[in-house]
Structures are given as C-alpha cells and as structure tokens.
C-alpha cells in the first residue's frame, strides 16, 4: 500500500513540475504514455474479485456472437411482458435461438439450463428469479431509482470522493402529462443535497419539440428551464462535512437533429439576466465536426458573461453515444451521416477539443469535463491541464459502473471526477433498454478501447496498437485549418445537378432541416405563398389555358384560413373535355413514337423541374391542401422519385424480356388514360399516375381532385415545361355530374387510374365494364400490439400512423387491436390518451402543427364517429371541435370498440382511432383481418415469432413491423392493397410493375420504343420441373396437336419455371438500407379463374394451366358447353361449369378472371359489378410477364435495430468509439 502512495504521490509531482516546463507536444506525448501505462496498472491491480469477473466475462463475450446476441435479446425483452408463462416462452425461445452462452459463469449457465427445463412446470417462480438476476446484473450499470437505495448508493459515491451527475432514466415522454411528471422529478433531484448535478433531457420536457420551428421550440423550453435553474440555486449541493457548493443543470445532448435545440435553448434561458449565477452545462459530441465549432462559440459566448459576472459554462466534452442509431438514420433519410466516419478522426476530434478547452484564456470561461474511460484520453488531458495550469477548469467524468477500478485511480490523481449515474425505478427497468444499448455496443464496438481493454496487458499487441493510435490522433488534433464544418452541405438554393438516366436509381432525400440556411428558405416560401393574391386555375388542352366556361368556377379554399377565397377554378365544359380527348387520341402516337429512352429522358427533366420548384410546391400545398411542411415536403421527393424510377423500373421490365420466349413481346401504349388522384396526397399521387401512364407511350387527361386543383396545377407546368407535349397532357378540372361521368363514359378513353374510394371504383367498372380501371382504393388499417412490444415505441408508431395529416391517409392506422395484457395496461392506455391529446393541433401554416385541419368540415360518418358512441364504446379521447375553424378537430381514441362494429368496419378518414381487445395474437390477426380492406397493417412485437406468424397470415398489400404504417416510399415499399383496397390487376404504385400494367404486351419484332434484344434466354430446363408442373406438361403436350404449339408450351413452361425459382419466390430487398428489411415479395393468389370460350385456343389454354401450376394457385377453369377442353389426364385441374362461374361472380368470389378467346360483353359487365378484374389478354409466353396474373405483391418493412443496435445476424456492430 505504501508503495502504490509512493508512486501516486510521484505522479502528482510530475504533473506539478509539467506547469513550470516548455510545452513540447513530444514531451507531452511521452509523459502521457507513462501516465496512461501507470492509470492502466493501477486499474488492474486494485480491480476487485467481481470487477475481474465481470472483465472476463465480457472479455469472452465480445468474440462470441452467439453471446451477445442472446445476452442483448434477452435483457431487451425478459421485461416486455408482466405474464410468466409468457416471458418464461418466450427465454425458453431466445435459449433454443442461442443457446446458452459459453461466456458466462457455470453458475449463470447451471441457472439458464435450469431455466429452460423448469419455467415450463412453475413459470412464475422460474420467471421471478430469472428478472431477479437480471435486475442484479443491470444494477451494475444502472443505479435503482426507490428509496433508501438510492440515497444508500449516492451516499456510498460521496463517501468515495466522487460527485454525482444523477440522470434519470424512464419511459419515453410522449405527451405532456407525462412530461410534467418528469418535470417534477428533475425539480425534486435539483432539491435534493446529495446531488452535485442533474442531467436534462429536453425532450423529456416537451414531447413534441422540433428544429423546424426552433424559435418556438427554444422558447417553449426556456419557459420550461427557467424554474429548474431557480431550484438548483436554492439547494446546492452540502457535502457530509457540511460544505456547500453550486448545483449544475446538464443539458444532455440526444440526436444530431436536436443539437440546434439544445444550444439555442442553453443560450436562451441563461440570457436571462436572473440567472447569471446560475451554473450549467452541456455536453458536446466529438463525433459530430460542428462540435468543435459550437466549443469556440459557446467559450467566447460564455467569457461575455463571466466578465459581466455570471458563473462559466461547463462543456462535457464525450466522443459521442449515439453513433449506431445516427448511422441509421443517415441511412433511412438519405442524408449524410452526420459524425466522422473513422475513429482516428473521432479520437481526434475528441482530444482538439481538450487542446482548446485547456488553453487558459478559454479556461477562464469554460470549465469542462472530460468524459472518457480511454487511459490515454485521460493521461493527455492530465497532463494538459497540469502543464496549462488549469486544474480548476479541466474534470472528469465517467460513467456508473464502467471500468471502476479506473474511475478510483483517476480520483486518487486528480482528486476531481463526476460519475454520470443513471436511475431507473424497478417497474420502468425497460425503459432503460436504450441507456444499455448504448452500454452494450460500447463493450462489444469492433474499435472501442473498452472491448480490448477486458484483455489487454502492457506492451501486448493490443496495447501497443492503442498506444500508437493515440499518438495518431494527437498528431492529428493538432490540425485546425482544414475541418469540414459540417457533413450535412445539402442546399436547396443551389440546385443539384441533372441526374443522368442512365445512372442507378437511388431515392431523393427529403429536406434537412438542421441547415439553418432551409429553415430561413423555407420560412421565405411560406410568406410568400400565405400572402399571394388569389389566383385562377384554368383548364388547359393542348397547351391552351382556358378562363372561361359554360360550365361556370369552383371556389378553393384554405382548410387552415376559414372564409379566404384562395383561389377560383375555371370547371371545363363538355365542349373542352371533347376536344382535349381529340388531341389525345391523335397526340399520343407521336408520344408512344418517341420511345422509351426519349420518354425517359423527358421524365428526368420533369424531376429536375420538381427539384426547382420544391419551395413553391410545399408552399402550395401548405395552402391548398393543408399538409404540414414536413409532409408536403416528402410529397416533391415521393414525386421525384417517380419521374426517376418508373423509366427505370419499365427498363428493366424490358431486359428482362430479353432473349426468352417473351422477346417478341413488344409493349404498346393502350392509349389514353385519364388520371383520377385523390386530394390527400395533393401532389405525389397526380404524379405517380400522370408519369407512369406517360412513360408508357400513353396521352394523359388528368381531371385533379376538386379540392387540391391548384396544386395539380403547379404539377401539370413542371410537366409542360420539362418537354411533355401539350398533346400528351390536358389538364381538365371538371365537376363529377355530368361532364366527368361523360368523359368516362366515352370510347375515345382507354383507361383509368384511380386513387379513391372503393365506392368510386366500383362505380366506374359498373359505369363502362369494359374499361380497365387501375385503382388503388381505401383501408380500415390495424396496428396490432401484442405483450411482447416495447410499448413505448408502439405508441409513437400509432401516434404517426393515426394521426398524421390529421388521419387523412389511406395507409392510416384507424384501429389499434391490443392484446389483452396491453389493452389492460392501464398505464399503456393513459400514455396513448396523453400522447394524442398533446400532438399540437391547429393550421398547417404553423410549423409545430402535428394535426392540421381536415380538407373540409367532418360530415356523414366520420361527423358520427366524432361525435357519437356505439354501443359498449367510451372516449378513452374525446375530440374537439375548434370554434373559429370548422376544419379543425383534435385527435379521438373510442375504447372497447367491438368487432364487427362500424367503428371496426367503416372507413372514416379523419382523426379517430378504435381500439379493441384481442385474446392473442390469432385473434387481433382475425379482427385486423375482419373487414372488407387490405391496404397497410402494423405489428408491435420484439418476439420474431410473432413477426412470422403476422407476415404470414395479416391480409394486407402492406407489412410494417415496430413502425408507423405510413410513409412508403417509392421502391423502397411499393404501395398498394388487396381485397377491396384495390381494383385491377394489383400492381404496386412505386414498384418495379406499376408502368407495366399500363401497356398492352404484343407479340412483334418490334415496337416504338423497343427493339429486339439478343442476350441469352431466361429458361429453366424442363427436367428441373416441379413434378406437378412436368405431370401437368406432358399431359398437355399429349393433347396438343400442333407441333409448334407444342414446342411453345414447352418453352413457355421453361420460362415460367426459371422467373418463378429466380425471381417471384424469392424477397427482393433492392434498397438495402441499414437497420431495415424492406422486402418486395410476390405471393400466390388462392384462386384465379378462367373462362374458356367455344373459340379458345388450345395453346392459350395449356399456358394458363401451366402458369397457375408453377405458381402453386388453384385454376377453376370455367368453359363453355362446348369448349375443347376433354383432357382427363389433368385431373387436377378444377373444372367448373359456366353456371357455377356464374354464382361465384354473383357471391363475388372471383378477384381475378382470365378470358380466353373472344371477349363476353355479358361476362364481361357481370364482373365488372363485382369488382373483379377481367383480364381478356392471350396468355404471355414469357413467366416475367404472364406469372403476374396469378400472384399479388406485398411489400414487407421492418426495423431490424434496436436503439440503432443491429442483430449480429443483420450486420457487424456499429464501430465503436
């Protein structure tokens, strides 16, 4: 013991002599290597017999992937539920997934095997001293928040000598009740005098803060700070010996996204004149290049107010704990990531700001904390603030229960460390989840000091490598001249270049909001659009603009403005309707003539315009469709993406088709189509429509919304000025009777795309059966939580997917089926009422609007849903309705709603939400299942199970597991639904068969806009043919006559043989984007029907029942009494009579309904009062083209991270730091 003094005390007089020393970065470097080697053995040498336990364990871990994986999982959702059988199946699980980790103890590995024999005969015990160990464990790391242990552990760290930065950890606040209470909280530890310091989250204090409106955010949170500085002054710290010194406010830092918030709310508050004794401090991120910048801000910002006398600013300067989940979201907004990419030039980073922090002019306003359990982070900064004189300035930080043997040596030296401990209640130890997330991947990072540490001894190879690493990094810390500011440099003043058509599709990032210089650009746009005089929307048919009409004006109005005449549209007459069909009908060749490459290039001009004219169509749509300017904003870049997918999707399409039996298939545009979109989606949806019907060779009459004409408007001129001919594009806003119902109803029209009710696709199949209608209709959507969810995520998703645009989309989730242990939580379902009652609801001109006002006043069932109950239900939220704006209404939650009930059934597109019980899992999959919709649908659940079983069974176009059901984006999820939320063949809007559907395949050399490919055929030879599939061949080749229609056949089945094996069974994942699994898959229709006429070719015939049969579907194969279809071989083959095809059309069990031979006007108009999708096209040699009519596309999202934490089955963990 003595020798260890003697040493401690020679290392302090070498630090006192570094004062009176030239400062040479050699000599610093060198005295800092001998410091880090004695810190580091001094660690090991007074680590304690648990502590040395503990290193081996994570020592074994970090090379065992199996380990960590089972030792994440398991912490991550052992405390999910509150039923033992449930959690004891679900270890049980996570065990056989894993299996028991070699890494731990033999005590650990005896306990877990017991675990997984015994939970199943007494769940509860089992389960209860399963919890009780890992409560043990994480006490480790996390300190209890209950009284007296908490005192107990703070009293135990002053004893020591060391302060405390007490945070409380917690659930997410996701309302303001909620936030309140942690208000509350961080006002009683401020009063507390066993406290040296509170840490504050801000976003504890206002759920719904937002860099986009900053000014109102910081100012909302200076109101907020202000009482909590007043308190900590009040109660300063007392140590035991009676002394007292100033209690410290830290304001933590979160998300890169949140770093203007926090400074701008630090600097706000302590503007204050009142509080200019007030101490407090922020930390600052090394990771993030703005960091350093911000350093020398805040220093020369707090040196103006020491003069004045205020107290100095404390900066923790940390390398940063967010890395995994900034590098996700980089990944998923297709923004730049925002840290430096390599550790060096974090490590870097790391010790600049140390540099500068030590300096004594900057010392003398800002004292820092240095926050780091890297040996030779801590030597230099020693050694620094020795050689400086700044001892009084410079402090350390570490964190409760990392490395304690270092954290003891460290105050022996300097005699001045902070422990940042982290408090959790025993009920809330989930909410921890993400604190030891962040724990966990530090332990494990591939590069971070701490996983090489648990092994390392002096002059090893790991040790030698740290060393000459921090002698990198000091090297390069001493550069200044030449940082990058930022890695954030998107500008939307200063337009990005053309994209080339040729280059890979890659989708277009939304706006960045943390640039400054875009809140003041879009600020601009918004004055500009709020004030603009009212305009007039005239009709316009080759390229004319037409202000005048028989058939009279509409008025357009602002939602958000009630009573302001925003604008007047020009209604065309039928005189217009008639002549824009004419220019259409003899305009479209020389379009379809241009071919596919020039349409394309015309399609990347249009998305160029879009990019030019972002700020006015947000402005825009601000306007004339009240959409918040977050989303108006994701609508220009959805709407990009379209003009730069679909030429390259209908690319592919065609390569595909090259060199096998459908490389005669020539596309030809069916002619002209008329866009009907909707008014939810003001902007991207026209788009999406007008841009793949033109990229087909089609001429377009796009007929917009009544209630967003203007912005269709401002869409159809980017169109014009990109170079689509006038001849392509009439742009005719027109009311529904007579004139529209007229325009569809003429001959001249050869399609439609539509996106609204199902009523109104109905209502156009019935109006004029033979024309193909392509039509992505509503939803009644479900979020699905079970008790394996982490709850507080759950209730963010259903927050965005119930609420956003005021419940107005049609992926929005309007019922939440919770299993029964959810859905009697209580405390769940008071988190979701304060969640909802606090998203701030008002006009979509205001930037931290949430809710903005619905397209117009709430009428028929969503005016009784607002107001009304049905039987059994209650207000778990009553809405409100706002007095001064009738578009208005704040969000609604019904409870105990029943299933069957119209509040189950009933489409409402507005802000409710029904929430109903389910006894499990099956029973919300059969409730969520129980309507007449398909469209989107969400689960909440950690357990992978659960994500199989939903994945398997929900009926719905669109998958999202631990996710918001809205928001898809184009290839990266291909939207569009099933059962009654679609109508046509069922192509995905954004997917790689949308433009596809849009022509009609001919068999031909070639074709305007294709020539002939001569690459190698695309065919599966046919001795690998499933046995089903060659039975069923040789059978039909028994019966086919013809030779060439037997060679045919046979080359058809080849080819359905290779695109179902290497393509259609298969997910496709093209996006790949970190922390997701977006997959694109095709799944088998339970049933495709077909109708055989008298004059049915035999070869159309076989390729049908080839077709289904590769693709696993059953065929009822409907025929005419005296069709040729006597082939017993193919037993099983379903047979049916035309009668009986009848009766399943009247029963509207038919979706899909192939005819082959010549067309059936009564067939024909007898499906289309169904809805079913009649498809009278001659089967396709090629499996790319003709397996389409037997499968249905689903898209598949999920989150794969956790915190940003990936399972080492999806990726290799985050680099360390």
Known sequence: MAERSE???????????????????????????????????????????????????????????????????????????????????????????HGVPGSLGSAERLMLHAFEHASGVTPGLSTALFRRYLRRETAEVVAPAEEPALTERLRALSDAGVQVNLNRLGESVLGRRHARERFDLYRKDLERPDVHCVSIKLSALD????????????????????????TARAHPFVAPDGRSTPKRVYFDMESYDD????????????????????????????????????????????????????????????????????????????????????????????????????????????????????????????????????????????????NESLARA????????????????????????AYLVRRFDENTGEQHYLRRSFAMVPDDAAWTQERERFAQSVALSERTDDLPPTFRTQDRRALPPPRSPAAAFANEPDTDWTVARHRAWIGEALARWHDLAPARVPVVVAGEAIE?????????????????????????????????????????????????EARAEVLSKVAQGLRERRADLIGCMVRDGARVVRE????????????????????????????????????????????????????????????????????????????????????????????????????????????????????????????GASTTARWLRALRPELPVFAETGGKNAMIVTAMADRDLAIDAVMRSAFSHAGQKCSAASQLVCEAEVYDD?????????????????????????????????????????????????????????????????????????????????????????????????????????????????LCSLDLREHARFEEAMEAGNLYINRSTVGAIVRRQPFGGRKASSFGPGAKAGGPNYVAQLVRWSEGETAAGGAKHAEPGRVQPLGALAASVRTSLNALLGWLGDLDARSSLSKSAASYAWWWERYFMREHD??????????????????????????????????????????????????APRAPLRFPALASVESVSAGELHVALAERRVKTLLVLGRETPALRAEAASGGVWYDATPPHPDGRVELLRYLREQSVCAELHRYGHLPDTAAEPPEGL
Request: proline share 6%; aromatic share 6%.
């Open 548 to 596: 005048r009409s028989e058939a009279g004006e509409r008025p357009g109005v602002d939602p958000s403005r009630p009573g302001f005449d925003s604008y007047r549209t020009v209604l065309a007459d039928w005189a217009h309707i008639d002549r824009a069909l004419d220019v259409a009908t003899q305009g479209r060749r020389a379009w379809e003539a241009r071919g596919v």
């Open 7 to 97: 040493a401690l005390e020679r290392w302090r007089q070498r630090l006192r002599e570094a004062a009176n020393a030239p400062e040479r970065d050699a000599d610093m470097l060198a005295l800092s290597e001998e410091l880090a080697l004695w810190l580091f053995e001094a660690s090991v040498r007074e680590a304690t017999p648990q502590e040395k336990a503990r290193g081996a364990r994570l020592a074994a871990m970090v090379d065992d992937r199996q380990s960590r994986a089972f030792t994440f999982e398991v912490t991550d959702q052992a405390f999910r539920s509150s039923d033992a059988d449930r959690v004891a199946d679900q270890v049980r699980a996570l065990i056989g997934r």
């Open 410 to 433: 460290v105050q022996r030296l300097t005699g001045d460390l902070l422990i940042y401990l982290p408090v959790v209640s025993t009920r809330e130890l989930d909410a921890a989840i």
């Open 826 to 938: 209580r405390g769940f379902m008071d988190r979701l009422r304060d969640a909802a009652a606090s998203l701030p609801t008002g006009s979509a001109w205001d930037l931290s609007t949430r809710v903005p006002p619905l397209i117009r006043p709430p009428d028929g069932p969503l005016e009784r849903a607002l107001t009304s109950l049905e039987t059994g239900e209650r207000w778990l939220l009553e809405p409100r309705r706002d007095a001064d704006n009738p578009c208005l209404v704040t969000p609604a939650i019904r409870a105990d709603v029943a299933p069957g009930s119209a509040s189950h059934r009933v489409e409402l597109f507005g802000p409710v939400l029904s929430v109903l019980r389910a006894r499990d899992l099956d029973d919300a999959l059969r409730i969520a299942n129980g309507t007449d919709y398909g469209l989107t649908a969400g």
């Open 1070 to 1119: 093209p996006s790949m984007v970190l922390g997701e699994r977006n997959v694109f898959r095709y799944r088998p229709r339970e049933v495709v029907h077909a109708w055989a006429g008298v004059d049915s070719a035999a070869l159309d015939i076989a390729r049908v029942i080839i077709a289904a049969k590769t693709c696993r579907v059953r065929l009822e194969l409907a025929h």
């Open 207 to 230: 759920p719904h803060l937002d860099v986009l409106a900053l000014d109102r955010s910081v100012e909302a949170l200076s109101a907020l700070l202000r009482p909590l500085f007043v």
């Open 259 to 402: 770093l203007a918030l926090v400074v701008g709310a630090l600097q706000a508050t302590l503007s204050d004149a009142t509080l200019r004794d007030c101490h407090a401090g922020i930390a600052l991120q090394a990771y993030l290049p703005e960091s350093f910048a911000l350093q020398r801000e805040l220093t020369q910002w707090s040196a103006a107010r020491v003069a004045e006398g205020a107290a100095p600013l404390r900066i923790r300067i940390v390398k940063g704990a967010n890395l995994a989940m900034e590098r996700v979201l980089a990944a998923r907004s297709g923004h730049a990531q925002p840290t430096y990419r390599t550790k060096a030039a974090v490590d870097a980073s790391f010790l600049r700001m140390v540099r500068f922090a030590t300096e004594p002019p900057h010392a003398a306003a800002v004292h820092v904390g240095v926050a780091t359990h890297n040996v030779f982070d801590v030597a230099y900064a020693a050694v620094l603030r020795a050689a400086r004189g700044a001892e009084h300035a410079v402090g350390f930080e570490m964190l409760y229960g990392m």
């Open 632 to 755: 108006a904003d994701a609508e220009v870049s959805e709407a990009i993406d379209f003009a730069e997918y679909y030429p390259r999707s209908f690319a592919a399409m065609l390569d595909a088709l090259a060199g096998g039996p459908g490389e005669g298939l020539v596309p030809r545009a069916r002619g002209v189509v008329a866009v009907l979109p909707p008014w939810n989606f003001p902007l991207a949806i026209p788009a999406g429509g007008t841009l793949a019907a033109l990229m087909a060779g089609n001429a377009v009459v796009l007929k917009p919304a009544p209630e967003t004409t203007w912005v269709a408007w401002e869409l159809a001129k980017v169109l014009w000025d990109a170079g689509v001919p006038p001849e392509a594009l009439s742009f005719v806003p027109c009311a529904e009777e007579p004139t529209g119902a007229r325009l569809l109803r003429d001959e001249r029209l050869d399609a439609v795309v539509l996106t």
